[in-house]
């Protein structure tokens, strides 16, 4: 069993305040540090991770201020302006003004909540973003919508037999899409527009997901799929880190 460091812990929480490592590194240095979670108490600014034995390391936040969020329910109990973290449940995010620190939001036991007559407050607000970038950390990429007219400019690609165009372009992300009559994808893909998000892990961002298309490598160093959402298709890209630095 891995004994918990409060001084690994604290560090690892204040580099991905920094912004020095991203929530995938920082997950697996906390629990390789001994951490199995947190809780984030918003209203007293600060975040508390504990160990398998009940050792604790609380970290306060930068003094920048915090964006709160609603109050939050928790093992069937009202915690108000309280986010809980679990290594492997899905990401939340608190934004500081000196870096970004993306908590793990712990599942609800709704089984319990429904008991009780209550249920978690879960909808969407009209200002907040999606929860693919509000909760998953998803990168919005691209949105391709297909065509039959030939576009100006349009550029083709036999191996994928497609024409597209707008993407280099576009200062939000428009991407036109003219498919051949014999193009390998599904009737969806073709007709169907889709938004793009750039995603850290493919893997994990595909767990519980329906895949239209599993992954693929459209080009050296990218990794794609498609998964269906609400009767829309959505596309999710990974880039090799090698690229990444390579096109910079």
């Excluded at 204040?14 to 490592?21: A, K, L, V």
Aim: charged fraction near 20%.
């Amino acid at each position: 069993m891995q004994v918990f460091s409060d001084a690994v812990v604290g560090g690892e929480a204040r580099s991905i305040q920094r912004g020095e490592i991203q929530h995938a590194e920082f997950v697996r240095r906390t629990m390789a540090a001994g951490s199995v979670g947190w809780f984030v108490p918003i209203a007293g600014r600060h975040a508390i991770y504990f160990g398998r034995q009940g050792k604790q390391h609380l970290e306060p936040f930068p003094t920048a201020r915090i964006r709160q969020k609603k109050a939050a329910w928790s093992f069937g109990f009202p915690v108000p302006r309280v986010w809980t973290g679990v290594p492997g449940r899905p990401a939340g995010k608190v934004r500081l003004g000196g870096g970004r620190i993306r908590q793990e939001e712990m599942s609800l036991n709704n089984n319990n909540l429904k008991d009780a007559g209550l249920a978690p407050d879960t909808a969407r607000r009209g200002h907040e973003a999606p929860a693919a970038i509000a909760v998953e950390g998803w990168r919005y990429h691209h949105v391709g919508i297909p065509t039959l007219a030939p576009r100006p400019g349009e550029q083709y690609l036999p191996g994928l037999k497609v024409y597209v165009s707008g993407f280099e372009s576009s200062p939000y992300g428009i991407q036109w899409m003219r498919f051949d009559a014999d193009a390998p994808y599904p009737e969806i893909i073709k007709t169907v527009p889709h938004v793009a998000f750039e995603v850290d892990d493919l893997a994990a961002a595909l767990e519980g997901k329906e895949i239209l298309t599993p992954p693929n490598s459209p080009s050296e160093g990218v990794t794609v799929a498609m998964i269906v959402d609400n009767g829309a298709p959505v596309e999710l890209l990974a880039f090799a880190p090698a690229l990444k630095a390579k096109l910079k």
